[in-house]
């Protein structure tokens, strides 16, 4: 049936069960999601900012800082509206998941781009020519950010990057004790204790959860640790269970006096477990076999970066070498190794540093290239073995809600540090996106949409400032007034709004900085929800409260379902094993109904 049999658009939604809205109609009521949204999320931003409280299942509330999680919480009951929350809420995720930080400030710009928006197209502006003007005005205000940005100088200032992000002095500190006793790269795993406080555990060198094979290789028996002292390091993917895959290379490491083998393979079993076993008890051969890291693909991706680490040939399937040709040459070293039932510890890589650094910088890149998180950390972790740095934090609190609150800040903290580490920062409290506004004027509109775009930015990149002194009690409209004044007046673009001691100053030397992939991340996502929202035409929603019908199960669904219950009715009679029937349920259908 076509849409002109419809009198309506609201005979057709009745028909259809769901409603549609065409035009201004459509971007107005998306628009007002957003504005929902917003408000609720808006006022944690800054270190002023105010709580939340979050009802949960059990009636207990949960009270959040965080604007990305109040946007996680909230859904509207008008299909409509809540398409645009939702809109906003993905564009705070992803600069969550990207940057680590900016969610809240991603909310605020990206209102405000489309509120100015929205303005403008009711005014009759052209919404394909205008989402023009947003591309160039953020390509333009990338560029002037990434002028701004300069490298971290001093270790006081990575603390500020972190207290900033955190909003908490005792995390900032922690933060910069972390990085700097493993670097930016290195590996920090957070988990939640029911102790009061946050503890710290740092673990040396490359690691990985696999220990020894047997406990006849422990040479600390108190301590349950197999120790070997500057070994020499075989690594290979293949399984090895003969005796004779190994006793060439152990033959001719003797010969040269340096009676010392770590194994690291995909399986040692049989009589090559034996012979190393052997061998260690008798005292006449050091040695020593661990589990393999990982699993599936990062397996092999670890025994890759263990042999680069090492210095040590991969004696993989590829290669098609069999271990008995082996020499020492191909073997790897380490200063020492530490394994215990669970645990294998890499200590003093000895490969050439050149190729570790390459290697470094093929995982960095695969990092920045890769979107999905789980992966990210899994690269993250590799980078920071390969690094030689790992820690594990336990995160502790008086109830399950402070223990939650801390660990965010602490990862949030923990990613800012890392973007600012490796990209650079920008002055913050709202100030480097306020310095982006004079470069929106040198952009070349080719027509009056895209100037109208350009304008539009320009009134927005003043909205993340304002609410911060909005949130500190302070007139918004004011502070930024005053802002670009005293910039005019002293020639200094650093100059801003300190909201937690309420003063003017350069914001650089009191240490309020932002990493410049946070705000590179805040501006993309804005203007991305920005060119979705005010190039949509047509909205259509699914009416809330409808019920699905489910289609009854067809004559062979019934037929197969009945066969399978026969055949396992007489297996069981008869006392065989069977798998049970599989139940058939029928597959909902396309419509809704009331």
């Not at 560029?143 to 100088?153: F, I, K």
């Not at 910069?176 to 590996?187: A, C, K, N, V, W």
Request: contains cysteine; hydrophobic residues 40%.
């Amino acid at each position: 049936m076509g849409f002109e049999e419809f009198k309506s658009f609201d005979e057709l939604n009745q028909k259809l069960k769901k409603t549609i809205l065409l035009s201004e109609e459509a971007r107005d009521t998306l628009q007002a999601g957003m504005d929902v949204l917003a408000s609720a999320a808006r006022t944690t931003f800054g270190p002023r900012g105010r709580a939340v409280a979050l009802g949960q299942g059990d009636g207990s509330p949960l009270v959040t800082f965080d604007g990305v999680k109040v946007a996680e919480e909230i859904v509207l009951p008008d299909p409509h509206q809540n398409m645009g929350a939702q809109l906003l809420r993905q564009a705070a995720i992803a600069t969550r998941d990207k940057a680590g930080d900016g969610s809240t400030a991603t909310i605020i710009l990206a209102q405000e781009i489309c509120r100015e928006g929205i303005k403008n197209i009711a005014a009759g502006a052209n919404p394909m020519l205008f989402r023009r003007g947003l591309a160039k005005g953020a390509a333009a205000a990338q560029v002037a950010l990434e002028r701004m940005s300069r490298p971290l100088r001093t270790m006081d200032e990575t603390v500020q990057v972190a207290i900033a992000a955190s909003d908490e002095p005792e995390i900032g500190e922690l933060v910069g004790e972390l990085i700097t006793r493993l670097g930016p790269d290195g590996f920090i795993h957070i988990q939640e204790d029911f102790g009061p406080g946050v503890q710290v555990e740092y673990h040396e060198g490359m690691h990985w959860y696999g220990g020894y094979l047997s406990t006849a290789f422990i040479t600390d028996q108190e301590t349950g640790q197999a120790i070997l002292e500057d070994p020499y390091v075989l690594v290979t993917d293949r399984k090895i269970s003969q005796a004779e895959e190994l006793i060439p290379i152990m033959e001719r490491l003797s010969q040269a006096d340096e009676p010392r083998l770590l194994v690291i393979a995909e399986a040692v079993t049989g009589s090559a477990l034996a012979t190393l076993v052997v061998n260690q008890q008798q005292g006449r051969f050091r040695c020593l076999a661990v589990k393999p890291p990982a699993y599936g693909a990062l397996r092999k991706a670890m025994f890759r970066d263990i042999a680069v680490l090492t210095g040590a040939t991969l004696l993989s399937d590829e290669i098609g070498r069999p271990l008995s040709s082996v020499t020492p040459a191909d073997l790897g070293r380490v200063n020492r190794v530490i394994a215990t039932h669970k645990m294998t510890t890499l200590i003093g890589g000895k490969g050439d540093p050149s190729q570790i650094e390459r290697r470094i910088r093929e995982i960095r890149t695969l990092v920045e290239l890769t979107q999905s998180k789980t992966e990210r950390d899994k690269l993250r972790q590799r980078l920071a073995r390969l690094a030689g740095g790992v820690a594990i934090v336990q995160v502790g609190g008086l109830t399950e809600a402070q223990r939650k609150e801390r660990r965010r800040r602490l990862t949030n903290a923990l990613s800012a540090v890392r973007g600012a580490v490796h990209e650079g920062v920008v002055v913050g409290g709202g100030v480097a996106l306020l310095n982006a506004i004079p470069a929106l004027d040198e952009v070349k509109a080719e027509n009056d949409e895209e100037a109208a775009a350009l304008r539009c930015m320009q009134r927005a990149f003043e909205a993340p400032l304002r609410q911060l002194a909005a949130n500190a009690g302070e007139d918004g409209g004011a502070v930024v007034g005053q802002v670009r004044w005293l910039q005019q007046k002293l020639d200094n673009p650093n100059i801003g709004y300190d909201v937690l001691r309420r003063e003017y100053g350069d914001l650089s030397e009191m240490g309020i900085l932002d990493p410049l992939p946070v705000v590179r991340a805040v501006l993309r996502n804005a203007v991305s929800v920005a060119w979705i929202l005010l190039s949509t035409e047509t909205c259509v929603g699914v009416i809330p409260g409808q019920k699905i019908r489910w289609r009854e199960p067809s004559e062979r669904q019934r037929l197969w379902a009945a066969k399978r219950a026969d055949l396992w009715d007489r297996a069981r009679r008869a006392g065989g094993r069977l798998k049970p029937p599989r139940r058939v349920w029928p597959k909902p259908e396309a419509s809704i109904k009331d």
